[in-house]
């Protein structure tokens, strides 16, 4: 019963695994890589609003340096005195520039259908700029071009590192289901063994070499590896259908190639990169988030700064000409009583103070991620590092056991146990270098640096 029910399990087992692979096709990890770049909603988000940041930009810049025209035409009207004839229009033209709190220049033009003379007449024409400086805040005009700028700046590092994330994350992804696939393969192996094993102790049972508890105990095997092979595979299976369809976004599933990471260069560029120690206090100050604190401690400077100088005047000049001549003015506002001007001043003062202690609290928080992130680097190095000692250990021990197990020391279930375990083994050590290739990408993201994992992929 046992050996006809495992029959069946296995055929139907690789009628499944044929009719997948003939619907997949092999993706390498580059290229896994590339998709999941090119199809991830969160790197389309973030691209967006780089797009966003940038338009935005150039609107404000484009007030600047390209004029608005408007253009006003009034038609002929009908009033109780009549119908008039009368056709005017004005033409207009302004632009600011970043001068002072605000800067402007504007012109215009009039004209008129003259019925007496039957020609275009110029009634009014003038050019006029306008200059204001509020002392309390002088440099609006500037401030807001460079925090577009910022703005720009601040979503493009953002891009980067969220395709920082899903380079790391495909590659974990990629490693695990190439070790899930390992351990299926391993499984079906055993089971296959379990499988000859039940035969022989069967034949055996049959010439009376066998008792009725040797034969429970090889069908028990068997039923245990075809459980294990079965769970292992629909779990194998489904992350891989994740993986193909929806985090790759590849439309059918795909068939993973083996990753072929240059151990030793691994372990010598990790090495050399720890080395270096001052990778972590350079890269505090340029993280997002303590650079975000920064920004926030200079808006609470220039704001004690603006609530210093609020009692401060404002000055507005302006000049222009016209068809009647020439005008210069000048108007000078000055804020002589403000009732809550001591608490908003006592207010700006303790905002910095919270600003600057933000400042510090995200700095000691980076520098403790940054540490958390070097020792984990470290420890995967050391991990890596370990590797052949164990496996020298592993070597030994599968020696020392097959020489008992053909000696008849141990049973034939406890070498296949030895066989498991080296096998098992065999894939965690696999699993070691793509672990410190995840934790090397991991820390060089946390320090702001470019990944560089191209140069680690086949």
Same mark, same amino acid.
């Given at each position: 019963?046992?050996?006809?029910?495992?029959?069946?399990?296995?055929?139907?087992?690789?009628?499944? @695994?044929?009719?997948?692979?003939?619907?997949?096709?092999?993706?390498?990890?580059?290229?896994?890589?590339?998709?999941?770049?090119?199809?991830?909603?969160?790197?389309?988000?973030?691209?967006?609003?780089?797009?966003?940041?940038?338009?935005?930009?150039?609107?404000?810049?484009?007030?600047?340096?390209?004029?608005?025209?408007?253009?006003?035409? !009034?038609?002929?009207?009908?009033?109780?005195?009549?119908?008039?004839?009368?056709?005017?229009?004005?033409?207009?033209? &302004? +632009?600011?520039?970043?001068?002072?709190?605000?800067?402007?220049?504007? &012109?215009?033009? *009039?004209?008129?259908? $003259?019925?007496?003379?039957?020609?275009?007449?110029?009634?009014?024409?003038?050019?006029?700029?306008? *200059?204001?400086?509020?002392? =309390?805040?002088?440099?609006?005009?500037? $401030?807001?071009?460079?925090?577009?700028? $910022? =703005?720009?700046?601040?979503?493009?590092?953002?891009?980067?590192?969220?395709?920082?994330?899903?380079?790391?994350?495909?590659?974990?992804?990629?490693?695990?289901? #190439?070790?899930? &696939?390992?351990?299926?393969?391993?499984?079906?192996?055993?089971?296959?063994?379990?499988?000859?094993?039940?035969?022989?102790?069967?034949?055996?049972? $049959?010439?009376?070499?066998?008792?009725?508890?040797?034969?429970?105990?090889?069908?028990?095997?068997?039923?245990?590896? %075809?459980?294990?092979?079965?769970?292992?595979? !629909?779990?194998?299976?489904?992350?891989?259908?994740? +993986?193909?369809?929806?985090?790759?976004?590849?439309?059918?599933?795909?068939?993973?190639?083996?990753?072929?990471?240059?151990?030793?260069?691994?372990?010598?560029?990790?090495?050399?990169?720890?080395?270096?120690?001052?990778?972590?206090?350079?890269?505090?100050?340029?993280?997002?988030?303590?650079?975000?604190?920064?920004?926030?401690?200079?808006?609470?400077?220039?704001?004690? %700064?603006?609530?210093?100088?609020? @009692?401060?005047? !404002?000055?507005?000049? !302006?000049?222009?000409?016209?068809?009647? &001549?020439?005008?210069?003015?000048?108007?000078?506002?000055?804020?002589?009583?403000?009732?809550?001007?001591?608490?908003?001043?006592?207010?700006?003062?303790?905002?910095?103070?919270?600003?600057? %202690?933000?400042?510090?609290?995200?700095?000691?928080?980076?520098?403790?991620? /940054?540490?958390?992130?070097?020792? =984990?680097?470290?420890? =995967?190095?050391?991990?890596?590092?370990?590797?052949?000692?164990?496996?020298?250990? #592993?070597?030994?021990?599968?020696?020392?056991?097959?020489?008992? +197990?053909?000696?008849?020391?141990?049973?034939?279930?406890?070498?296949?146990?030895?066989?498991?375990? *080296?096998?098992?083994?065999?894939?965690?050590?696999?699993?070691?270098?793509?672990?410190?290739? /995840?934790?090397?990408?991991?820390?060089?993201?946390?320090?702001?640096?470019?990944?560089?994992?191209?140069?680690?992929?086949?």
């Amino acid at each position: 019963m046992i050996r006809k029910s495992s029959g069946a399990f296995l055929c139907t087992g690789i009628m499944l @695994a044929l009719s997948w692979i003939a619907s997949a096709y092999t993706l390498a990890v580059d290229e896994a890589i590339e998709l999941a770049l090119s199809n991830h909603p969160n790197i389309r988000e973030q691209e967006l609003k780089v797009q966003l940041a940038e338009l935005q930009l150039q609107a404000a810049l484009a007030t600047i340096g390209i004029p608005a025209l408007d253009l006003q035409i !009034s038609a002929p009207t009908l009033s109780n005195d009549g119908f008039s004839s009368k056709v005017s229009g004005q033409f207009g033209a &302004g +632009f600011s520039l970043p001068w002072g709190t605000s800067s402007q220049v504007v &012109g215009g033009l *009039q004209w008129a259908w $003259d019925r007496l003379t039957g020609n275009w007449t110029v009634p009014g024409w003038g050019i006029s700029f306008v *200059q204001t400086v509020d002392f =309390a805040d002088p440099d609006t005009a500037s $401030d807001q071009i460079d925090q577009k700028r $910022d =703005a720009v700046e601040r979503a493009r590092e953002k891009l980067e590192r969220a395709r920082a994330v899903v380079v790391v994350e495909t590659i974990s992804r990629y490693s695990q289901l #190439l070790s899930d &696939g390992q351990s299926l393969d391993n499984a079906e192996g055993d089971f296959i063994d379990a499988k000859e094993n039940l035969a022989t102790v069967e034949e055996l049972a $049959d010439s009376g070499l066998r008792g009725e508890q040797s034969l429970l105990e090889a069908r028990l095997q068997v039923l245990d590896a %075809q459980i294990e092979v079965d769970e292992l595979r !629909s779990s194998h299976e489904e992350q891989l259908a994740r +993986f193909s369809l929806q985090w790759v976004g590849a439309e059918q599933l795909v068939v993973l190639v083996p990753m072929h990471l240059n151990r030793q260069a691994l372990i010598k560029a990790t090495a050399d990169f720890l080395s270096d120690e001052s990778v972590i206090s350079t890269a505090i100050d340029i993280s997002a988030e303590v650079d975000a604190a920064k920004q926030g401690a200079h808006e609470a400077e220039q704001g004690l %700064q603006a609530a210093q100088r609020a @009692a401060l005047p !404002s000055l507005s000049i !302006s000049a222009g000409i016209t068809e009647q &001549g020439w005008t210069v003015g000048c108007n000078l506002h000055l804020d002589l009583f403000s009732p809550n001007r001591g608490l908003q001043l006592e207010i700006a003062k303790v905002q910095l103070s919270l600003a600057l %202690q933000t400042v510090s609290v995200a700095r000691i928080q980076r520098e403790n991620y /940054l540490t958390d992130q070097f020792h =984990a680097l470290d420890n =995967a190095l050391c991990s890596l590092n370990r590797l052949p000692l164990e496996e020298e250990k #592993l070597a030994l021990e599968v020696g020392i056991n097959q020489t008992r +197990f053909e000696a008849g020391s141990i049973s034939a279930a406890e070498w296949q146990a030895q066989l498991k375990a *080296q096998n098992a083994f065999l894939i965690t050590a696999e699993k070691r270098v793509a672990s410190l290739l /995840l934790e090397l990408l991991a820390f060089r993201d946390a320090l702001g640096l470019d990944l560089q994992w191209e140069e680690w992929l086949p």
